[in-house]
């Protein structure tokens, strides 16, 4: 939280995905900035010209005018050209980063992104403009202490250095943390590379080149212990000369988090699933995004979907993604839990609280400690309920039943409702402060009849899971093409069931009716049993994609409605099939 005394920063994000505005608005204003939100290049412009910001946060793809061209656009004009720009983006290579800092910007992000990661680099920013500014302004030649007091006053995320390409003139706390050095050990007596071997021959190119973008180098602490960290530097005045400010970041857990995402990405691609979650579809490439983004915050997340679209698996996967993975993960059924045994259940009690209590019993946000407390049908519980949920994750803490002692917990909350949000707010059924401290992130998981193209995968997954080690039964064309078109109202817990059902006694039935294997009608031969799963699944695909071609006349925007795909995924199945 920032300080109150502090200058308001006035901060622009352009951005044309909704989530990402709304996360980046909620931290930046938990931390005392004045946000100010664009959904479309023009719009951005517009409001940077009447009131110039002192930071914008950019993407590149936009609707109308990509992010190089804004930035360009900015440094042409005096008023905008010293406004620092960072640019967030899903683009990764070397190139479109280049082509970021050849355009003006000062920084540039991946997504997804962590937000503590956005907040560290928009302070670091904000601090190198206001020292750069006050000197300006002053024209004149800082005192040492005036200078270091600036610097660790703005920038405590990450460490800063001042140096003369030799030797360090000064540094902030957080550079002593990082390579175990304390201030007096080593300004002015230690040379550059002491922290960082390779550190000198890149400072002096740059030091000639004015060159501002990031680079990465190995630092070297106290210990002997190397660490992967990012430098940005800028030429300033200091004491009568041109010196280096740099700021240096730890990239340790980032390092780490890069590798799991190569391999789960490499997962995913191999096996059509995230986690236990099984899908191919655009909407469920999507939640999967949505799930990793979550995953890399401590952020509220509330899960809608109607029952037996999975709610729980996708909580459970956003926690195993997570930091938290180590530490436990506490399923809870809001709707089974009485109101007068909430604190007990909750806040667990101590011996003797009551008739019965024979000792000490944890509660729910005992358990979930450092982990995971996931609230299932949260639209269950009551406004007095809500009220002391929220004490609890507003760091008010909780008193077990029977004491007297107040106790607080780390624990992240994840809940799910089947239910309209909107009408649960209307309704008065849940309370605005508890809503949205729990809405954060809001990940939506569409239902099975909106994604059919995964439905074959599912059978093949669940029966393969059912069969318990025994040889995966076959299903018939006519069987197969049936469960894909049937709606599924109990989404895939319904699926699941069936095929249980079918496992079980050997009839597939669908409301009430056997699925009989015959021969469909509009198909002319059935498929050969003799055929393995997969082939006989794609038999299948192919016939129900030339039916629904037939039936909407080679329209091919209409035929990828009806099946519930993209018009380029149609186009790579029809060339996948050879469909003419």
């Not at 550079?175 to 040379?191: H, M, S, W």
């Not at 030429?235 to 009568?240: A, L, S």
């Not at 010196?243 to 390092?255: E, F, G, K, N, Y």
Request: aromatic share 6%; glycine share 8%; with cysteine.
């Amino acid at each position: 939280m920032r300080d109150s005394s502090r200058q308001q920063h006035d901060i622009l994000i352009v951005d044309d995905a909704p989530d990402n505005l709304s996360l980046l608005s909620q931290m930046l204003k938990q931390r005392g900035y004045v946000v100010r939100t664009a959904i479309s290049g023009k719009l951005a412009l517009n409001s940077i010209h009447a009131v110039p910001p002192d930071l914008i946060l950019l993407d590149i793809m936009l609707p109308d005018i990509d992010g190089y061209t804004i930035c360009r656009r900015l440094h042409e004009h005096d008023h905008t050209k010293d406004i620092p720009i960072i640019f967030l983006s899903g683009l990764h290579d070397s190139e479109y980063k280049v082509k970021a800092f050849e355009s003006g910007g000062v920084d540039y992000i991946t997504k997804p992104f962590q937000v503590s990661e956005v907040g560290a680099r928009v302070e670091t920013h904000l601090t190198i403009r206001n020292l750069h500014q006050q000197i300006q302004r002053k024209n004149a030649l800082l005192h040492e202490q005036n200078v270091r007091f600036q610097i660790l006053e703005e920038a405590s995320f990450e460490g800063i250095v001042i140096h003369d390409g030799q030797r360090i003139l000064e540094v902030n706390q957080r550079f002593e943390d990082l390579f175990g050095y304390r201030r007096t050990d080593i300004v002015g007596k230690l040379p550059l590379n002491f922290v960082a071997p390779a550190f000198h021959q890149e400072v002096s190119r740059r030091m000639t080149s004015r060159d501002e973008a990031p680079y990465r180098i190995e630092g070297l602490k106290r210990d002997g212990t190397l660490f992967p960290a990012e430098v940005q530097s800028r030429m300033m005045p200091y004491q009568g000369q041109d010196v280096q400010v740099a700021t240096i970041r730890d990239l340790s857990r980032q390092h780490q988090l890069e590798q799991e995402n190569r391999a789960l990405k490499t997962g995913m691609q191999d096996r059509y699933r995230f986690g236990r979650i099984i899908g191919k579809s655009q909407t469920m490439l999507h939640l999967y995004e949505l799930i990793a983004q979550a995953a890399a915050t401590d952020y509220g997340v509330i899960i809608y979907g109607e029952s037996g679209t999975g709610k729980e698996l996708v909580a459970r996967t956003i926690h195993d993604m997570s930091g938290r993975v180590k530490q436990a993960f506490v399923p809870v059924n809001c709707g089974a839990i009485a109101e007068t045994l909430f604190e007990r259940e909750f806040f667990g009690h101590k011996k003797g609280a009551f008739t019965g209590a024979d000792r000490d019993t944890p509660g729910f946000f005992d358990a979930s400690h450092k982990g995971t407390l996931f609230l299932d049908e949260v639209g269950e519980l009551s406004p007095l309920v809500q009220v002391k949920l929220l004490r609890v994750l507003e760091g008010g803490g909780f008193t077990p039943v029977g004491d007297t002692a107040v106790k607080h917990v780390d624990v992240r909350l994840v809940a799910a409702t089947n239910r309209d949000p909107q009408e649960l707010l209307q309704q008065g059924i849940f309370r605005e402060d508890f809503f949205y401290r729990i809405h954060v992130i809001a990940i939506i998981i569409p239902p099975l009849r909106e994604r059919r193209e995964d439905i074959p995968l599912l059978i093949e997954h669940i029966l393969r899971e059912e069969s318990s080690g025994r040889s995966t039964p076959k299903l018939s064309g006519n069987m197969i093409e049936h469960l894909v078109n049937y709606d599924w109202p109990g989404n895939v817990r319904q699926l699941q069931n069936t095929l249980q059902h079918y496992l079980t006694t050997g009839e597939l039935m669908i409301q009430g009716q056997r699925v009989r294997d015959v021969k469909p009608r509009g198909i002319e031969h059935n498929i050969p049993d003799s055929l393995s799963l997969s082939k006989a699944l794609a038999q299948v695909e192919k016939r129900i994609i030339v039916k629904a071609l037939s039936r909407h006349r080679g329209n091919k925007t209409a035929t990828a409605l009806h099946l519930g795909i993209t018009r380029r995924a149609l186009y790579n199945k029809l060339e996948k099939y050879q469909i003419e």
